[in-house]
Nanobody, 121 residues
Framework: QVQLVESGGGLVQPGGSLRLSCAAS????????IGWFRQAPGKEREGVLC????????YYADSAMGRFTVSRDNAKNTVYLDMNNLGREDTAVYYC??????????????WGQGTQVTVSS
């Protein structure tokens, strides 16, 4: 059974950092693209970034460039989202999803339950 589990969210002050984890089971995640998405209260889910099977990063949100990075630990079948210089606008539930590639037209699925990130002083 394909499953993704997000973790690592929490309350952080503006300017702070967090590392989110996306643990995969039921498949070998390094063969696929893993995307990070977020949904803020009252807004639709939006893409943040994606890591391809070859390790390349595609940014979906301009606001993530220069602040967020993504990496894989294939031995742990886990993808990480490192977020720096967080602002209140980053407050959202963060989800990871799996796809064949990061490019346009590729759909993501097998969403986890999400992890809440709250940026507040």
């Amino acid at each position: 059974q394909v499953q993704l589990v997000e973790s690592g969210g929490g309350l952080v002050q503006p300017g702070g950092s967090l590392r989110l984890s996306c643990a995969a089971s039921g498949f070998t995640s390094d063969y696929y693209a893993i995307g990070w998405f977020r949904q803020a209260p009252g807004k639709e889910r939006e893409g943040v970034l994606c890591i391809s099977s070859s390790g390349g990063t595609t940014y979906y949100a301009d606001s993530a460039m220069g602040r967020f990075t993504v990496s894989r630990d294939n031995a742990k079948n886990t993808v990480y989202l490192d977020m720096n210089n967080l602002g209140r606008e980053d407050t959202a539930v963060y989800y990871c999803g799996v796809s064949l590639d990061c490019g346009p037209g590729y759909e993501f699925g097998s969403w986890g339950q999400g992890t809440q990130v709250t940026v507040s002083s």
